[in-house]
Structure formats: C-alpha cells, structure tokens
C-alpha cells in the first residue's frame, strides 16, 4: 500500500513539475483573449516580456473584420502600439508616418498608464495591468468598432 502511495506522489510530482517547466519556456509574448467578439474585434490581455537578446516581444495581429477594411495592430514591443491600414509581412517602423495612433508610445505614470484611440472606425483601448514577472509588461486590450452615434 505505502509503494502505490510512494508511486502516486512520483507521478504527482512529475506532472506539477511539467507543467511548471512548460509554462516557464512558453514564449515571452502572450495574448489571451477574453471576448466572443460580440461586443469587441479583439479583447484580452497582452503581455510583452524582455527575451534573452534584451528586447521586449512584440505581437502582430491582422484584422479582417466584414465591413472594415484589412488592418495590423501591433501590441510592442514594451509599451508601444501600432495600427497599420491594409496588411503587410514586412515589419513596419511604429514611428513612421503610416502609423495611425498619435502617441504610439503609452506613458507609464506611478506604475500606471491608459491610452485610447479613436481611428479609422476603431476604438482601441490599452490598460498597464501588471506583470507576471519582473520582465514582463502586461496589458489589458480592447479593439471595437468605433461609436458614430456620438456627436461633438
């Protein structure tokens, strides 16, 4: 009886560690998405961690949504944040011109930062939201279609 409860634990203990090993080997850049894109395109948290070379990652996600035409969102690296018409393979300089969200770079105050931008249909919001890991950036997104029923 004691070596099928000394065998249980092995395998326990196995697993947990497995599980540990692959969470900690994932890749550096993370989207969970929390939406059913009833109410948002795209929604979840984005997470940006420093890779071995030092540099933060950096995600890209290609929107094509019925009634909007093709776009690329770019989520980093660290706090930066791109939105492209059309899409394209080759990366794009987040400073350049083609970029439509003016600031690109979200300012962190006291630990704490939010930014909106209204553009080319689309609403986007980005929340700092903490981080797993000292090295890591962690963001809560929103991409919506923007509201034309408000009026300035």
């Given at each position: 009886?004691a070596?099928?409860s000394?065998?249980r634990q092995w395998?326990a203990?196995?697993a947990?560690?497995?599980c540990?090993g692959?969470a900690?080997i994932?890749?550096?850049?993370?989207?969970?998405p929390?939406s059913?894109?009833r109410?948002?395109?795209l929604?979840?948290?984005?997470?940006?961690?420093?890779?071995?070379d030092?540099?933060?990652?950096?995600?890209v996600?290609?929107?094509?949504?019925?009634?909007?035409?093709?776009f690329?969102?770019?989520?980093?690296?660290?706090?930066e944040?791109?939105?492209?018409r059309?899409?394209q393979?080759d990366?794009?300089?987040?400073?350049s011109?083609?970029?439509l969200l003016k600031?690109?770079t979200?300012?962190?105050?006291?630990?704490?930062?939010?930014?909106s931008?209204?553009?080319?249909g689309l609403h986007?919001?980005?929340a700092?939201?903490?981080g797993?890991?000292?090295?890591c950036e962690s963001?809560y997104?929103t991409l919506?279609?923007?509201?034309?029923t408000?009026?300035h």
């Open positions: 009886m070596r099928r000394a065998k395998i203990a196995i947990v560690a497995g540990l692959i900690s994932a890749q550096a850049q993370l989207f969970r929390f059913d894109h109410t948002a395109l929604e979840g948290n984005w997470q940006s961690c420093r890779e071995d030092g540099q933060y990652a950096e995600r996600y290609d929107g094509k949504w019925a009634g909007l035409p093709p690329e969102l770019h989520m980093g690296p660290y706090h944040f791109a939105l492209y059309g899409i393979d990366h794009r300089d987040h400073q011109a083609d970029n600031p690109h979200v300012e962190i105050r006291a630990n704490a930062a939010k930014q931008w209204d553009v080319d986007l919001e980005v700092l939201s903490g797993s890991r000292e090295d963001w997104v919506r279609r923007a509201d034309t408000v009026s």
